[in-house]
């Protein structure tokens, strides 16, 4: 029988005690609170009395969640473990990643960014009204921990493909935050998710009676411009050095800020950027299985917005990177958006899409629907397209007679449907696998079970930002970058593509699996600071030291004394 020690009023400086401690889930260890500690910091009757380990906590906390009925209960537990736990949470999400990181993130937390004001449990985060846009400065500087390494911010507007959520889209930062921690080992205690609530156009959340925004119509124009600058200008004085990363902002809005802002501070759009990365590294890997070279490929993209334009640039980067010139790059991709292929001819393209409008003389002998646009089963039936995108957010779209005609021209086509959430994927991997007679090289937005196809079982890889912004937050904390520029994200896709476990075996999942993820995520931070120093955003570091510095840098889930 454990000796109890005798109570002591003394608990250390800045240490709460009691339930204040119990409370507090940076420092909470519940029933692993050692006797000594139980006496120090007067827990003996708040906690029952055994001592336990943080793996018999796990345990205990994976029976709990086993319990649960639906994907959004269990999101529910986590969340709430989450807030009473941290160590605990973490830990349990590393003992079971592959289960449940599609439920603190990808596609479970779409559901409960709807449901955010119905599931609210207690603060997490910042919300930075409109309202308050005068106070900013203020509100920053109520965040819960001083130091941050990590923001992650929204404006609800665009959350995955279900669009305007308002002040439900924080569950985005909190989720994406998490995974920082999980994979990039980022601490906890220095991440910080915000939204900016700038009202919200979407009327089912605002006339819900328990809506939490700010119950107003969007801000837009020059007004919200000016919000977002207001919003800039606090984070450069409060948190100078954080590296902040936009999150679900609407194609109007996602390019002009990063645009405006990549050179004033440590700054990436994931959307645009950590797609692009993932997805160039998927493709690196699938096309090294064809024994072909990535500048060889024809590339038709479904989707024009922020993020089907940032994966394309992310490949067009690679492409001249293989020594082709730009226009020859350029020349390699069909672009096609609701009103058809992105083509000279057409008056409506912003700037960033008319990079990849492909000369009108090319298509124009090519057949058109009845409105005169040129569609996906049009490009598909004209040229010999070796890779298929889908960012398009219009589940179906990649239809069985479009995917069966790529592939009666292309011995291994590789399709990706990266929209998400599942409802919203341009196909599903089965169909893909079945469509092309198991020789799809397939990679997904949202996630799929391994596919059984005579007789062997092909395993589909989640195309997720995941293997890419956790790994890039890990990199700045650990060379002290000061921006984020287009090389480091190359360097970051180039060493995914390297680690694709598909090169060892064609039949191989085209990313590695979550189980190697903070290994993997390890190797591209160091590639991020090499890339850094070269491009004179960081400090000079020798190799060793910067290895040292991103093992140091990546937090493990452990109970500390």
């Known amino acids: 029988m454990a000796t109890v020690?005798?109570?002591?009023?003394?608990?250390?400086?800045?240490?709460?005690?009691?339930?204040?401690?119990?409370?507090?889930?940076?420092?909470?260890?519940?029933?692993a609170f050692t006797q000594r500690e139980?006496?120090?910091?007067?827990?003996?009757?708040?906690?029952?009395?055994?001592?336990?380990?943080?793996?018999?906590?796990?345990?205990?906390?994976?029976?709990a969640y086993q319990r649960k009925d639906d994907d959004l209960e269990r999101h529910i537990y986590l969340r709430g473990l989450q807030d009473t736990n941290e160590v605990l949470f973490y830990k349990l999400l590393l003992a079971h990643i592959e289960e449940m990181t599609p439920l603190v993130y990808t596609p479970t937390v779409a559901l409960a960014c709807e449901q955010f004001s119905h599931i609210y449990r207690r603060p997490r985060g910042l919300f930075i009204s409109y309202p308050l846009r005068d106070l900013i400065p203020e509100l920053l500087r109520s965040r819960p921990n001083k130091d941050v390494d990590v923001i992650v911010v929204t404006d609800g507007e665009r959350i995955l493909g279900i669009g305007d959520q308002g002040a439900g889209g924080l569950g985005i930062p909190i989720g994406k935050l998490s995974l920082y921690t999980l994979i990039g080992g980022i601490r906890p205690e220095r991440t910080l998710p915000i939204v900016?609530?700038?009202?919200?156009?979407?009327?089912?959340?605002?006339?819900?009676?328990?809506?939490?925004?700010?119950?107003?119509?969007?801000?837009?124009?020059q007004a919200y411009f000016d919000f977002i600058d207001q919003f800039v200008q606090a984070v450069k004085q409060e948190l100078p050095g954080t590296c902040l990363q936009w999150e679900d902002f609407a194609t109007p809005h996602a390019r002009p800020i990063l645009n405006r802002y990549r050179d004033e501070l440590l700054t990436f759009n994931d959307d645009i950027q950590g797609t692009a990365a993932v997805a160039l590294g998927a493709a690196l890997g699938a096309v090294k299985v064809t024994g072909k070279s990535l500048k060889d490929q024809q590339i038709v993209m479904l989707g024009a917005g922020s993020a089907g334009i940032g994966v394309a640039d992310g490949l067009r980067a690679a492409m001249k990177g293989e020594g082709l010139s730009e226009q020859e790059a350029r020349s390699r991709f069909w672009v096609i958006d609701k009103d058809g292929l992105l083509h000279s001819g057409r008056k409506d393209l912003t700037s960033e899409q008319g990079v990849y409008a492909q000369p009108e003389r090319r298509v124009s002998g090519w057949a058109r629907s009845s409105n005169g646009h040129i569609g996906l089963a049009d490009v598909i039936g004209n040229i010999d397209a070796t890779v298929l995108i889908g960012l398009s957010t219009v589940g179906g779209s990649f239809s069985e007679t479009i995917v069966r005609e790529m592939a009666r021209k292309v011995e291994r086509p590789?399709?990706?449907?990266?929209?998400?959430?599942?409802s919203k994927s341009e196909a599903k991997a089965e169909d893909l696998v079945r469509w092309t007679d198991g020789r799809a090289l397939v990679a997904s937005g949202s996630p799929f079970a391994p596919v059984s196809y005579r007789g062997r079982k092909?395993?589909?890889?989640?195309?997720?930002?995941?293997?890419?912004?956790?790994a890039m937050g890990l990199g700045v904390v650990a060379c002290g970058a000061r921006r984020v520029t287009e090389s480091m994200m190359l360097a970051a896709a180039r060493t995914l593509g390297a680690n694709s476990p598909a090169l060892k075996d064609p039949s191989a999942s085209l990313l590695p699996p979550l189980t190697d993820v903070r290994r993997v995520a390890a190797e591209i931070a160091f590639a991020v600071g090499i890339e850094a120093q070269k491009d004179g955003v960081a400090?000079?570091?020798?190799?060793?030291?910067?290895?040292?510095?991103?093992?140091?840098?990546?937090?493990?889930?452990?109970?500390?004394?």
């Open 458 to 470: 092909i395993p589909i890889a989640q195309c997720n930002n995941v293997y890419i912004f956790p």
């Open 5 to 31: 020690q005798p109570i002591t009023q003394s608990s250390g400086p800045d240490i709460p005690r009691g339930m204040d401690l119990l409370d507090n889930p940076l420092l909470n260890k519940g029933t």
């Open 539 to 561: 400090s000079k570091l020798t190799e060793d030291e910067l290895r040292q510095r991103v093992v140091e840098a990546q937090w493990y889930p452990r109970y500390m004394p």
């Open 38 to 63: 139980r006496a120090r910091f007067g827990l003996h009757g708040l906690l029952p009395p055994q001592v336990e380990s943080l793996q018999e906590q796990v345990v205990r906390a994976y029976e």
């Open 414 to 422: 590789i399709i990706f449907p990266l929209s998400n959430p599942t």
């Open 196 to 221: 900016l609530d700038v009202g919200t156009n979407n009327t089912e959340r605002l006339n819900d009676p328990e809506y939490l925004g700010w119950r107003h119509e969007r801000i837009t124009g």
